[in-house]
């Protein structure tokens, strides 16, 4: 945990935060709560983000993946793929999450893969399918992201 690794980002996309001075990689991360659970995102675009999250130290009393824990994953994968939908002048926040969890996983490596439903001017939907590593469906989510002005915010860290 907490070792760097590369997220693979648009050229577009990373030269139009490079010219802002802003560190797209820590602006995109997976956040505290993400590296406690060792989320990785692999990559991220506004039609696509990719991560990982190890069942180990993410499971219930029963040993199964937790589902708050395949929620998290979701969520912080819709959440880049809206951030950068919006660009550097919004921020995204979630609104509305759901999840259907269809089998359980005891070990190994969850993949989440985020791609748009809805991508407008005020809110980004966007539908996240985590799988095991066999590929079968553990978890199928929705989330929904008000995009906000950003006003000159920026996340902590960025």
């Given amino acids: 945990m907490g070792e760097q690794h590369a997220v693979k980002f648009p050229q577009e996309v990373l030269d139009e935060y490079a010219a802002l001075g802003i560190d ?8 505290h ?85 809805h991508r407008g001017r005020s809110t980004a939907t966007y539908e996240i399918v985590v799988t095991d590593e066999q590929d079968k469906r553990v978890c199928t989510a929705r989330l929904t992201c008000l995009l906000r002005d950003a006003d000159g915010q920026q996340p902590a860290g960025a």
Avoid at 24 to 31: I, M, N
Avoid at 54 to 72: F, R
């Fill in 24 to 31: 797209l990689p820590s602006l995109f991360s997976a956040g």
């Fill in 33 to 117: 709560l993400g590296e406690r659970m060792d989320i990785r995102i692999l990559e991220a675009a506004a039609d696509r983000v990719v991560g990982t999250m190890p069942v180990e130290g993410n499971t219930q009393p029963y040993g199964l993946l937790h589902g708050g824990a395949s929620a998290v994953l979701a969520e912080t994968l819709g959440s880049v793929g809206a951030m950068l939908h919006g660009g550097h002048t919004k921020i995204a926040v979630g609104v509305d999450l759901n999840c259907t969890h269809h089998r359980g996983v005891r070990s190994g490596l969850v993949t989440g893969t985020a791609t748009p439903v």
